[in-house]
């Protein structure tokens, strides 16, 4: 059975960093690219950042460029998100997820190429 579990979410000050973490089981995690999304409240789902399998390459949301970085440890099965100079618009509930592919290069924005998906975890940006 997989299983993704997010965790780090909690309430920050504008400007303040986070690190959220998405531990992964049940699936060879190094033959998935990882990716991050987020839904804020009122709002579909958005994409936010994507690491493919062997973490050399990413992309990014252009909200968030400059600002998030994603990373994956394939050795302990987790993918993370540095999240730096937040805003009060990044609060939302954000969720990982993982897409299996041939290809150790690729990546995609697309919710429906998902494979699998985490609970999500709030992330809160106030003062």
């Known amino acids: 059975q997989v299983q993704l579990v997010e965790s780090g979410g909690e309430l920050v000050q504008p400007g303040g960093s986070l690190r959220l973490s998405c531990a992964a089981s049940?699936?060879?995690?190094?033959?998935?690219?990882m990716g991050w999304f987020r839904q804020a409240p009122g709002k579909e789902r958005e994409f936010v950042a994507v690491i493919s399998w062997n973490g050399e390459h990413t992309y990014y949301a252009n909200s968030v460029k400059g600002r998030f970085t994603i990373s994956r440890d394939n050795a302990k099965n987790t993918a993370y998100l540095q999240m730096n100079i937040m805003r009060p618009e990044d609060t939302a509930v954000y969720y990982c997820?993982?897409?299996?592919?041939?290809?150790?290069?690729?990546?995609?924005?697309?919710?429906?190429?998902?494979?699998?998906w985490g609970q999500g975890t709030q992330v809160t940006v106030s003062s």
């Open positions: 049940g699936l060879t995690f190094n033959r998935y690219g």
């Open positions: 997820a993982a897409v299996y592919s041939g290809s150790y290069t690729y990546m995609t924005i697309y919710e429906s190429e998902y494979n699998h």
